[in-house]
DNA sequence: CCTGTGACATAAG
DNA sequence: CCTTATGCCACAG
């Protein structure tokens, strides 16, 4: 039972781990994918990213690639929309890279 | 079942 | 860090 059938088991995962990312902190795809045990499925992270247009709870401009690297910015509606966002949770974002990567690094594995 | 896809990760040059 | 190539895996049709 339930009002509405439960969709794919993996894309809700990646929203959930998405919305537990705090304030101000980053991931990778990698990260989430290992967290979800399916390490080899970092694509599928971006992917289910994709597929959040109508998931507003979902801080996909929080999810960037292992470099820090705004990869994903281009599926935002603006051109910088994606580092508007994190510049305004306190995130040095120069040329569509994290600064202090380490140092705003968020790791779903380390909190839980 | 097969094919295409994709916002990654890793290796090699 | 760049490009190119390969792997990898879940999902849509």
């Not at 989430?32 to 401009?61: F, Q, T």
């Not at 690639?65 to 929309?81: A, E």
């Amino acid at each position: 039972m339930g009002v509405k059938k439960e969709e794919a088991n993996f894309f809700e995962k990646v929203y959930n781990v998405a919305r537990l990312i705090p304030f101000g902190r980053v991931t990778s795809y990698g990260a989430i994918a290992k967290y979800l045990g399916a390490a080899r499925s970092a694509r599928m992270v971006g992917w289910a990213m994709n597929a959040c247009g109508g998931r507003e709870d979902v801080p996909a401009h929080r999810v960037v690639n292992r470099k820090g690297i705004l990869t994903g910015k281009h599926h935002f509606q603006g051109t910088n929309l994606m580092q508007q966002l994190l510049e305004s949770e306190g995130i040095e974002v120069v040329d569509n890279q994290i600064q202090n990567l380490d140092d705003i690094f968020w790791d779903p594995m380390k909190e839980c």
